[in-house]
C-alpha cells in the first residue's frame, strides 16, 4: 500500500517525514498542498485532513496522522530504525524532538517564510529581529551539543537529527549563516551523506507560486 | 524517593509537570529557579541541569529528565495515568503534546512574558501583534476541537489536556479572553475540579522580584 504525504516542498515539518520515508525506502508519494493560496487551512482540509491546519498528514490505508513528531515515531515503531536504540535513548530522542518543534524549526520556519514568501511591505523588521535572536539562541544550544558529538542521540542517526535538521538545509536567506557554527555544519553534511538523502525540493512539489 | 522539579511559579511548561506530580499525588517538591536574574542560562545550571536553559528539570534518584512533553511521558509510564488508553490515544496525545509545545504554549507563554514581567520600553508592539495573530489561531483550533468533547483525547484527562491548559490558568492579561473561549473555558473548569488541583503559584515558588 503507497503512503500518501500531503505535504509542500517549502515546508520543513513535511521534509522532516518525507527524509523518514526516504531514507527508509518506503512506499511513497508526495501529494501537494497548495499552501500559499491558503490550502492547507480550507474548512475542507480542516474536517477532511487536519483541524490543526498544518502540513504534513501522513495517510497509510485507513491510518491518518499529523504531526512531524507524531508521524516520525510511529515510522520508527514500523521499521525498528531512528527511534533510538533503548528507553533512555528513545525519551533522549523525544526530547530534541519536542526541543525542535518548540524552540528551533518554530523559529526557522517562520523566520524562512516572513525573509522569502511575503511581500516586503507586511515584514516586521522587529518581528524578523525578535525571532532571530531566539532562533540563535537554539542554534547555539545546538552547536554546543554537537560539540564531540556525530549525531544528536546516540551513535547513529535518529529522529532527532531529521527533526532538527529540516530547516537548516533550505538554501534561501533566514538568518542562519552554516559557516558559523562548525559543529552543525559537519553534521548538516554528516546526514547529507546518508543513501537516500535528498533536498526538500526533490523530495516534495514545491507550493511558492511561481517555482519551478 | 521524593522527586524534585526545578522550576518557578511563572513557568507554564513546568505548571505542567507540576500538574501531573499533584494528580498523582506523588511524593515531590519544587526547587526554585531564579529565573529572572538569568538563573536558568548560567553556565552551571547549562552543564549541570539542562543544556538547553530551560525550565522544568526533573529529578529521581539518579534519572533527570527535561521538555514538560518527556517528563510527563515518563509519568504516565510510571502510573499508567494520562497516556491514552491505546496506540492511537497515545499518539493522539503525543500530537497534542507537541501541537501545544509548538503553537499553543509557545505563543502564550512569551506573551504573558513580554506583557507582564519586561519593563514597557523593552516591548515591541508588532511583535506582541504578530504572537497575538498566532496566539488566537491556536486558540480557535483548540476552541473548535473542544465543541463537544470534555477532554481533548479520548473519555478522561490526559496529558494532552494538561500540557494545553497550562498557560490558560494564569490571570496575568497576555491577550487572552477566557470568556470569548466557551468550550475552553468550561475544559479549564473541568480540569480546575479533579482532585489536587492548585493554581501554579500554589505549586510553585515564584521567581519575578517582589513577587508574594
Given amino acids: 500500500m503507497t503512503i500518501k504525504l500531503h505535504c509542500f516542498g517549502e515546508s520543513g515539518h513535511s521534509y522532516k517525514v518525507a527524509l523518514s520515508l526516504a531514507f527508509n525506502n518506503l512506499d511513497w508519494e508526495p501529494v501537494g498542498i497548495d499552501f500559499f493560496r491558503g490550502g492547507s487551512r480550507t474548512d475542507a482540509y480542516r474536517s477532511d485532513l487536519n483541524e490543526m491546519g498544518e502540513a ?45 518543534n518548540h524552540k528551533m524549526s518554530a523559529q526557522a520556519g517562520v523566520l524562512r517564510f516572513l525573509a522569502n514568501f511575503l511581500t516586503e511591505e507586511k515584514r516586521s523588521a522587529e518581528v524578523i529581529a ?6 540563535k539562541s537554539a542554534l547555539s544550544v545546538l552547536e554546543t551539543h554537537l560539540n564531540g558529538r556525530d ?13 532538527c535538521c529540516s530547516y537548516l538545509f ?11 557554527y562548525a559543529c552543525i555544519d559537519r553534521w548538516l553534511a554528516r546526514i547529507a551523506e546518508q543513501p537516500g538523502w535528498k533536498h526538500p525540493y526533490d523530495l516534495m512539489p514545491r507550493a511558492f507560486p511561481g517555482a519551478a
Fill in 56 to 100: 504534513p498528514v501522513f495517510i497509510e490505508g485507513d491510518l491518518k496522522l499529523t504531526q512531524s513528531g507524531v508521524i516520525l515515531d510511529y515510522l520508527s515503531e514500523k521499521t525498528g530504525r531512528f527511534g533510538g536504540s533503548d528507553p533512555d535513548e528513545r525519551r533522549e530522542v523525544l526530547r530534541w524532538v519536542l526541543w525542535d
Fill in 130 to 135: 525578535f525571532l532571530t535572536g531566539r532562533m
Fill in 151 to 163: 549525531w544528536i542521540v546516540g551513535q547513529g542517526i535518529t529522529n532527532a537529527d531529521l527533526s
Fill in 170 to 180: 533550505y538554501n534561501e536567506p533566514f538568518g542562519f549563516d552554516r559557516s558559523a
